[in-house]
């Protein structure tokens, strides 16, 4: 028996540089930034008060108010972005549709639903916890939106989330993607929704000494690789990938964007929240996919960096990828697109995926932009600044969280006789 | 307050508390066949009533409401008693 081969056929995203994957991606190659004051919450005692804030979604324009009002809005991000998915894909499943039961989600989110965690435990101290919302519980917990997304688009397949802080969307297409290639569904919606800029989840990340603080200069605050970077900042939203099997998009005659090529992992076995220094366990993660797709570290042709902009991250990256790529890492181009979007945290690895994919489609890649000040430790090639048009076959996104969680996707431009 | 008053004051809560739409909603309304309020919307719907009306009822007595109607007799009869 052939081996099931896994592909994209839909994409969804919602994000500070747009609600919508075409708007989205223009922006990125404009090299765009996302980030700006943060509106959403009192951050005056905070000393963040920078982030890539979504500030133009409305939720009743995707559905009614009723139903919005028991969904965290991380869940919301992740359900409209399920839903532009399975549009671009084409897929629509009724309730009674025999293949709706070959058809799952894979969801994977950071903190989940940390937004309403923190309005239902001011409820629970102001007034007592005869006042909290009955659908509290079932708002918080971070599989919702993957439940929430096979009620409402009639997903009857296998169903789960990961929850691997930054990493969890990476896992949750790599995952979905090996779910396709056993057998167990040949359709998957995988992706990662986070909406996490509140005062718990703000507050948290900039005690952990892990956030930007030029506020005066929201713009230029994430500058991955760049000499002078001095820490995440941190982003929202939701991007989702609709997975298909080769055979099962082919003879429906489906858009392929690229082919899900490998999916490593690793752990660093090191630190809460520091990368291993030298970058051992991130390079066994690339390392890990580039053995699964069947590829030489010469084979690559780009690599959508994990790129947080902090000091550890960037320089650990870059010394992981000298590891893996070993002499091809000085040709290879590398950027960070979360020098624009911000971190999505959970959802990082999903929106990266996707620009991989359409940097395959297009021939150009993302800029890593606010690149101004050369970094000794960080010496490779980061696209400064303006996107660059090169066709490319294959390319690579990297995603670390917390806890030491190392993932590596490779797409590829889909070949038909493979 | 007068049961006019009550009356309003429930339609009002439910488009509010539970995003219902407000067309749909009549005295004879049944919550869950006709307005699909499940068994957490009724929780909603018990804390709205308490916390606005300033009543208190007990889940035995929630449990017993089918309509509208009945939910504004029970607010009613629990003001003027």
Known sequence: MNERRVVATGLGAITSLGNGVNTFWSNILAGKSGVSLIEKVDVSDISTKIAAEIKDFDVEEYMPRRHARRMDTSSQYFWVATQQALDDAGIHYEEDDPAALRAGVVAGTGIGGVETFESQFEVLKERGPHRMSPTGIAMIISNMAGGLASIDFNLYGPNTTVVTACAASANAIGDAAEIIKRGAADVMVAGGGEASITRFAVGGFAQARALSTRNDDPEGASRPFDATRDGFVMGEGAAVLVLEEYGHAKARGAHMYGEVLGYGMSADGYHITLPRPGGGGAARAMTAALEDAGMQPGDLDYINAHGTSTPANDKTETSAIKLAFEDSAYGLPISSTKSMTGHLLGAAGAIESLACLLSIRDGILPPTINYAESDPECDLDYVPNEARKVPIRTAMTNSFGFGGHNVSLIFGAVDADA | ?81
Not at chain 2, 41 to 65: R, T
């Open chain 2, 1 to 81: 307050m007068e049961k006019s008053e009550i009356q309003a004051k429930m339609s009002e809560l439910l488009v509010e508390e539970l995003g219902l739409d407000a067309d749909k909603i009549t005295m004879d309304s049944r919550f869950e066949e006709d307005l699909e309020v499940d068994s957490l919307g009724v929780v909603e719907l018990l804390m709205a009533l308490e916390d606005n009306f300033g009543v208190q009822i007990p889940d035995e007595e929630a449990e017993q409401l089918t309509t509208v109607g009945e939910a504004v007799d029970l607010v009613d009869s629990k003001l003027s008693g």
